[in-house]
């Protein structure tokens, strides 16, 4: 049956209603809550599901994948502190929701998944049915993307065993990469701001539960 795309009321209060969840679990940043407020997560579920869509949690989107969970996305944007124009590496496109709360923020986002099945949907679904233009890339985002660098922001949406150094070297000074960092269990989330070429600082957050990032930089 057809993918459905109408956004109606029960859709939009479930919406609100998440996003007052995420501002009592601590996000605080008003424009990630008006994206979060915006994007139709529905639209990345059967309509069968989309009385889970709204739920503050992870799900299957094929591919032994899932779409992240609301909060995680809001916390990793949150840590991004994205501003308008920002160029913004995204590592593990996924369904595309994370993607699309980048471009609500007015970032232009770079975005790779390795599986590509998940690549030709996602590359179809946001431009062609929900009117988000992104650049789509399939392959190994481990290692970055060194033709589009450098980044003003990277986020990687899968745990890795340690930080990829080639992913510090493609951000510009002033940037911030967020990954999250640990064993295939738990991973720690993990920013770090480019304060020079050679001098990071790195800050080590809250324990989360990603897939992982799989590829040569990776597990
Ligand atoms: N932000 C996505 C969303 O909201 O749907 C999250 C997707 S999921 C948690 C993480 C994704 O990272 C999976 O689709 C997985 O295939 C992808 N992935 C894992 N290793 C990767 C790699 N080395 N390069 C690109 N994508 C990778």
């Given at each position: 049956?057809?993918?459905?795309?109408?956004?109606?009321?029960?859709?939009?209060?479930?919406?609100?209603?998440?996003?007052?969840?995420?501002?009592?679990?601590g996000i605080q940043d008003?424009?990630v809550?008006?994206?979060?407020?915006?994007?139709?997560?529905?639209?990345?579920?059967?309509?069968?599901?989309?009385?889970?869509?709204?739920?503050?949690?992870?799900?299957?989107?094929?591919?032994?994948?899932?779409?992240?969970?609301?909060?995680t996305v809001a916390y990793q944007t949150e840590l991004l502190h994205i501003?308008?124009?920002?160029?913004v590496?995204?590592?593990?496109?996924?369904?595309?929701?994370?993607?699309?709360?980048?471009?609500?923020?007015?970032?232009?986002?770079?975005?790779?998944?390795?599986?590509?099945?998940?690549?030709?949907?996602?590359?179809?679904?946001?431009?062609?049915?929900?009117?988000?233009?992104?650049?789509?890339?399939?392959?190994?985002?481990?290692?970055?993307?060194?033709?589009?660098?450098?980044?003003?922001k990277i986020i990687v949406?899968?745990?890795?065993?340690?930080?990829?150094?080639?992913?510090?070297?493609?951000?510009?000074?002033?940037?911030i990469l967020v990954i999250p960092?640990?064993?295939?269990?738990?991973?720690?989330m993990v920013t770090i701001l480019?304060?020079?070429?050679?001098?990071?600082?790195k800050i080590v957050l809250d324990?989360f539960?990603?897939?992982?990032?799989?590829?040569?930089?990776?597990?």
């Amino acid at each position: 049956m057809a993918q459905k795309y109408i956004d109606n009321y029960r859709e939009k209060g479930a919406r609100k209603r998440l996003v007052d969840l995420l501002e009592k679990k601590g996000i605080q940043d008003k424009e990630v809550l008006k994206a979060i407020g915006t994007v139709p997560r529905h639209y990345f579920f059967a309509e069968t599901f989309w009385n889970q869509a709204y739920k503050d949690i992870a799900f299957p989107i094929g591919e032994g994948q899932t779409i992240s969970q609301p909060y995680t996305v809001a916390y990793q944007t949150e840590l991004l502190h994205i501003r308008k124009g920002d160029k913004v590496l995204e590592i593990g496109t996924g369904s595309g929701y994370q993607t699309c709360v980048l471009l609500e923020m007015g970032a232009t986002v770079y975005t790779i998944e390795r599986q590509e099945k998940l690549y030709e949907k996602t590359k179809y679904v946001l431009p062609e049915k929900m009117g988000y233009k992104a650049h789509f890339f399939c392959g190994d985002g481990s290692i970055g993307i060194a033709q589009h660098a450098p980044y003003d922001k990277i986020i990687v949406t899968a745990g890795a065993p340690t930080v990829p150094e080639i992913l510090l070297k493609q951000l510009r000074i002033g940037g911030i990469l967020v990954i999250p960092v640990g064993d295939e269990e738990t991973q720690k989330m993990v920013t770090i701001l480019k304060v020079a070429e050679h001098d990071y600082e790195k800050i080590v957050l809250d324990t989360f539960r990603f897939v992982p990032l799989v590829g040569d930089k990776a597990w």
